[in-house]
């Protein structure tokens, strides 16, 4: 394939429209999912409707996205959500929106994406976080979906390992995008990394030789991990 197809999901702010706009830089024809859609003008980039907790909306989406092409070079697993509350102020509803938009998502995104797969070329990329590696107070319902992602990727990826998928997860520490200022005011932004510094791993990802892959890409502010 001449061209290179990628599908972000969650592409309408934050990290997923830094992904979007860092891919058309590189000449990428992108497919941005997104339940609001996505803010950019630009000759190739294709804007869909995506609610990824619905495997309908999941299948649709697709089905637009076979009109243009068979394969896709890359695929990052983007949309999610992230909110606080103590354990026991969490309830059963907003505990279950991580699980549905976090987990179920991506296993949405991953399952009708089987068709599109590039023999020995696509790259899975998913976004998690640290916070999937150890727990954090104030965010149970966070911590847990990212953990639970973990391992659904990790068994997609020995799954589909006869067909040379590449899969990369990226664990950032707490990034300066503007899902903070919905949140909390008690968090020094400036100990956060920069949208720029989570760019930068990713491009090295994403540039890497055709053979590497990166199943668990950890990375800090300076000043360590956000408490």
Request: include cysteine.
């Amino acid at each position: 394939m001449s061209k290179k197809y990628a599908l972000v999901t969650g592409s309408s702010s934050g990290l997923g429209l830094e992904i979007t706009q860092y891919l058309l830089e590189e000449n990428y024809i992108v497919y941005g999912g997104s339940r609001r859609g996505t803010d950019i003008s630009h000759p190739n980039f294709i804007d869909l409707e995506l609610d990824v907790t619905d495997e309908e909306s999941v299948a649709n989406m697709f089905d637009e996205i076979g009109k243009d092409t068979f394969g896709l070079n890359l695929i990052v697993n983007n949309a999610g959500i992230f909110e606080m509350g103590s354990v026991n102020e969490t309830d059963s509803e907003m505990f279950n929106d991580h699980l549905q938009t976090n987990v179920l998502g991506c296993f949405h995104i991953l399952k009708h994406s089987y068709d599109f797969l590039i023999e020995n070329k696509t790259h899975v990329i998913s976004i998690s976080s640290i916070a999937s590696k150890r727990g954090f107070p104030n965010v149970a319902a966070y911590c847990a979906s990212k953990f639970g992602l973990n391992g659904l990727i990790e068994s997609t990826r020995e799954e589909w390992k006869s067909l040379g998928i590449k899969f990369s997860t990226l664990m950032p520490g707490a990034i300066d995008t503007p899902i903070w200022e919905s949140i909390s005011d008690d968090f020094e932004r400036s100990k956060m990394l920069d949208p720029e510094d989570f760019i930068h791993v990713f491009d090295m990802v994403v540039k890497a030789p055709i053979d590497m892959q990166f199943p668990e890409v950890r990375f800090l502010h300076r000043s360590g991990a956000i408490e």
